[in-house]
């Protein structure tokens, strides 16, 4: 796993205090450091001397405190980091972030200001949209986190889906989790699962061979990454994001993995990628692993 920091990015809200948790609890169970980020959003023709305001050794110590208190508060304990920046949130999260040892960032779904509502045009969506590193995005009506918690990964067999394996699979073994591998499209059909009893027409159907075959094909790949984990694989006859929605309820799932659109996605396909679609209606924390050489936007 890379990186040797948990990061928690915040408008020190109160909405932000389960993925204050979050962060906490991860950091603690995987032996990162936890470090939180605060980035005091303004305009361009006010930022120098906004800048300016924030630099005395005096007023930043004082403002790191609120930090730390904000936190603190939050958790019950104190972060091992924090960091104050001045600017655009989305600019600033990301140049530290590519920093490099940076394992996650975590943000929550809601906020004020400049991490407000979890829309197109927030902070969180642009992130979404660019991640700099593996992201988590903390459902405060799900944040579990724990040994043994359930974690699924949504698959589409793609280099994306490897990428996602590539980062999920290790967070899995350390979290001594199971994996259950989630493929979902829709078919006129109910659910699927691998070696289910179906009718012997609806299992010849070409659109379930293939799925059989992707699938079969994904975990043979993998098989070396996946030495010594508990992995189950499900074929859902549904549209992806409903099909996953309805897996993460059925099975209670924790956190579900999925791999960001390739780095050279047009407009259009970004606007109606699957992961766009799932993070506007995901009913679960979630880890979104950015693109095989993707370039988070400044």
């Known amino acids: 796993m890379q990186g040797k920091r948990v990061v928690i990015g915040t408008d020190l809200s109160e909405n932000a205090q389960p993925a204050a948790r979050y962060a906490l609890n991860l950091g603690r169970l ?55 920046e001045v600017g655009s949130p989305m ?17 929550g779904m809601s906020g004020r ?3 407000n509502k979890f829309i197109f045009g927030s902070t969180a ?4 949209h660019t991640p700099p590193c593996p992201l988590i995005i ?13 974690i699924a990964l949504g698959t589409d067999f793609s280099e994306r889906s490897d990428r996602a394996m590539a980062v999920g699979v290790p967070l899995v073994k ?24 179906l009718p012997e027409a609806l299992q010849s159907t070409a659109i379930v061979d293939w799925a059989e075959e992707a699938m079969e094909a994904f975990l043979k790949r993998h098989s070396a990454l996946l030495e010594g984990v508990e992995c189950d694989a499900h074929l859902l ?9 309805d897996y993460v309820e059925s099975a209670n799932i924790d956190l579900v993995i999925i791999g960001h659109y390739p780095a050279d996605a047009g407009r259009l396909d970004r606007l109606a990628s ?22 988070a936007a400044h």
């Open 237 to 245: 006859a549904k549209s992806p994001v409903a099909g996953l929605r």
């Open 138 to 150: 903390v459902h405060p009506e799900r944040d579990r986190v724990e040994a043994g918690m359930e």
């Open 113 to 115: 200001g400049a991490w």
């Open 30 to 84: 995987l032996g990162l450091e936890v470090h939180v980020l605060h980035v005091i959003d303004v305009s361009l023709k006010s930022w120098k001397s906004a800048f300016e305001d924030v630099s005395s050794a005096q007023l930043r110590e004082e403002l790191d405190s609120r930090i730390a208190t904000w936190f603190q508060e939050a958790t019950g304990e104190s972060p091992d980091g924090v960091m104050l």
């Open 274 to 295: 699957v992961m766009v679609k799932w993070v506007q209606n995901m009913n679960c924390t979630t880890l979104i692993v950015p693109a095989p050489g993707a370039v």
């Open 125 to 128: 969506m642009e992130l979404a």
């Open 174 to 197: 350390k979290m001594q989790s199971p994996m259950h591998l989630v493929h979902a499209h829709a078919l006129s059909a109910t659910t699927i699962i691998l070696d289910t009893e």
């Open 91 to 107: 600019r600033s999260t990301c140049e530290m972030c590519q920093k490099g040892d940076v394992a996650f960032l975590v943000i």
